[in-house]
């Protein structure tokens, strides 16, 4: 699996080019995968990604650029999540990347990295807490 992500993430790279723009593109999705619960993106410095592919139980189709590696969430996967700073959640996987690549696809017909192993994988490799509410946001009390 690393291998296969290595040799594509290697062939995505080139040379940038001033000319170019990071405009924000969607990433595109393989046709023969159900998207049927929407789809966000989270984009991680692509310093950690090869760490977190490799300790994620499943993982569901991850871009790449010169930067970030983006995961396919599904949508709302933002919901009561604090994600780290380092972290950059794009809604509808419209992401400010100038070529992204797909350098890995799941075997099976989902698109999706589960977002709770990939939230708690994130706040581990960028030395975050996790957080179950967003800042500043309510907090649930526990019954009596």
């Given at each position: 699996m690393l291998k296969n992500a290595m040799s594509h993430l290697r062939r995505a790279r080139r040379p940038r080019d001033s000319r170019l723009t990071t405009d924000t593109v969607r990433l595109p999705l393989p046709p023969a995968l159900s998207?049927?619960?929407?789809?966000d993106a989270v984009?991680?410095?692509?310093?950690?990604?090869?760490?977190?592919?490799?300790?994620?139980?499943?993982?569901?189709?991850?871009?790449a650029d010169?930067?970030?590696?983006?995961?396919?969430?599904?949508?709302?996967?933002?919901?009561?999540?604090?994600?780290?700073?380092?972290?950059?959640?794009?809604k509808g996987a419209y992401v400010p990347a100038a070529r992204p690549r797909l350098i890995h696809q799941p075997d099976n017909r989902t698109p999706y990295t589960p977002p709770i192993p990939l939230f708690l994988m994130v706040c581990q490799v960028t030395g975050v807490a996790?957080?179950?509410?967003?800042?500043?946001?309510?907090?649930a009390?526990?019954?009596p």
């Amino acid at each position: 699996m690393l291998k296969n992500a290595m040799s594509h993430l290697r062939r995505a790279r080139r040379p940038r080019d001033s000319r170019l723009t990071t405009d924000t593109v969607r990433l595109p999705l393989p046709p023969a995968l159900s998207a049927s619960l929407g789809c966000d993106a989270v984009g991680v410095p692509a310093r950690y990604g090869f760490r977190l592919m490799s300790h994620l139980p499943r993982t569901g189709c991850v871009f790449a650029d010169a930067d970030r590696w983006w995961w396919i969430v599904p949508a709302g996967s933002d919901l009561d999540l604090d994600w780290p700073q380092q972290v950059a959640y794009a809604k509808g996987a419209y992401v400010p990347a100038a070529r992204p690549r797909l350098i890995h696809q799941p075997d099976n017909r989902t698109p999706y990295t589960p977002p709770i192993p990939l939230f708690l994988m994130v706040c581990q490799v960028t030395g975050v807490a996790p957080s179950w509410a967003p800042s500043g946001g309510e907090r649930a009390i526990s019954a009596p």
